[in-house]
């Protein structure tokens, strides 16, 4: 199944268009391997639009074999009729659950990517943890913002502007994530994990949402929000952030600009009409020197990962071909200017992530379980680690490890 | 599809003509009657306010809050269908003057870049509106949100 969803990735790239864009929106119909849901993952509203709508044709189709109605009518019930029947499907919907599959993502790259010990019920709740405090501020973003995404097109199928739900469910169904969410962090994982967890709520639904339609700043701050999940997944590891969350922190931070720009190139009437001052719309030159720009940063970043004892040399050097084509779409795009290559830069960023991530994992420094960590530290893993305290106390003291362990590596880079 | 439609937005005669295709069409698939509907309907979105409009059911049995939060609902909705109307007539009618000032003869488009430069004047020129409306939304809809919150719970309470 991997190899088929490889081929296509190449397709899309090599003729770009319409045509095969729909092939890959077949294969992500009611596939739920692995290697598809990666490839599926992606900030794009234009696929996620498309994959929606996919759905609830799939949906609709299933209810006509059964009821041999379907609901043309102009008026409609608000909320649905239908909602407990899709309570999952409206829930996916409130959480964007593309988006927060990313998140989720980068979080569990930054748990294993940090030195510290891998303990697969901390992973697993920091990886839950961070989806439903994402569905949250996705839920209260949805919230916000029903009368500016009923503007746009890539926006204009969320489920309130529709009026599938009402307000309530979607405030509802985020104070039930946040909470279960930051619990989850705080108790199952550490404190500094869930503080960055509901600081970043707080960043996203309450300053980037409404500094939308305020500031060019916008941008950086959204990516200043993206940045942070890797970075609770670090800290869940290993209680605290050093140089070596940086990295990710950074490679994420970097990447929403290429990412993003491309993205709203493409939609420069839509922001303008609906108010929103998108680098896009205010600057577009700026814009454009602002993807390439951190397309450098990136290659520069994966360069100095090896210095900072994330990932060993090969990572410096696989990583190279992957950045130089990334650089090359961005340097495209900053020359021509043009929606063709906008979309190659964006389509391409949405491969580059994960792996570039992937990568990072394979040729990660010190693998946790691994004999070198045990042998570094055997004493101090026993002590602390593997007695039968509560969880929330055999997770804390972690910090001094790392602490030491770098010290330990420090001389030898 | 996004990215064709920026070559063919309607033009805002043709939205015109269109939303009064609409509107008669949507006056014969009958807009609801509030007294006799069970739960609220919402319609297609409007053609330029893009937002789509509720009714809200107005049951005999309607208790004091329940008709003090439709009337807020109600209210709030026309003034964003308005906002809107207003700011998206505004859009494409500067738009068409800007092509009208700006296109050469013999030609049907601006390329995206000459566009981008009305795109950001009229962005420029909302800023303000945008702010002012953008504050006073985000406090229509916390006062509905506590309201609604407040019969959801009567309701509840009653019940149990």
Known sequence: MSYIKVIQCKLCLKSSTAAISKKSVLLKIGKDTIPNQIARISTSPDWRNKSLTASIKVTSSAKKDKNAVQDTRDWKE???????????????????????????????????????????????????????????????????????????????????????????????????????????????????????????????????????????????????????????GWAGCTGSLDAGALVLGALLYSWQFPHFNALSWNLRPDYSRAGYRMMAVTDPALCRRVALRHTGVITGICLASTYLDVTNMWFALESLPLNIYFMYLAWDFYRKSDSASSRRLFRFSLLHLPALMLLMLVNKKYWSSSETHDQKEPSKTQDIGKLSEPKRISVLPRGPIVTAQEKDASPSC | MLFVQIAVWPKLSSLITLRQIQTTASKCAEIPNPKKITSDMIGPPDPVSNLRKIIFKQPSNETQLEKQYRKLRSEIQNWNHDFWTQHNSRFFQEREEYLKRNLPEGKQNLTADEMSVFYKAFLDKNWTSHIAYNKEWYRKNFTLLLLSLQIKLRKLLRIK
């Open chain 1, 78 to 232: 608000t909320p649905s009729l239908e909602r407990h029947n899709n309570v999952g499907q409206y829930c996916m919907m409130l959480s964007k659950f593309r988006l927060t599959s990313l998140v989720v993502m980068t979080s569990m790259a930054g748990y294993a990517l940090a030195p510290a010990p891998f303990e697969l019920t901390t992973f697993a709740m920091c990886a839950v943890g961070t989806g439903l405090v994402s569905a949250a501020a996705n839920s209260i973003n949805q919230y916000h913002e029903v009368p500016f995404d009923a503007q746009m097109s890539r926006t204009k199928n969320r489920v309130l502007v529709k009026g599938l739900l009402e307000p309530t469910h979607a405030i509802g169904f985020a104070a039930a994530t946040s909470a279960t969410g930051l619990s989850l962090l705080y108790f199952g994982v550490n404190p500094l994990t869930a503080a960055l967890g509901a600081g970043n709520l707080f960043l996203y639904t309450s300053v980037y949402t409404p500094m939308k339609r305020m500031s060019i700043l916008n941008t950086w701050l959204g990516s200043v929000v993206g940045a942070i999940p890797p970075l609770m």
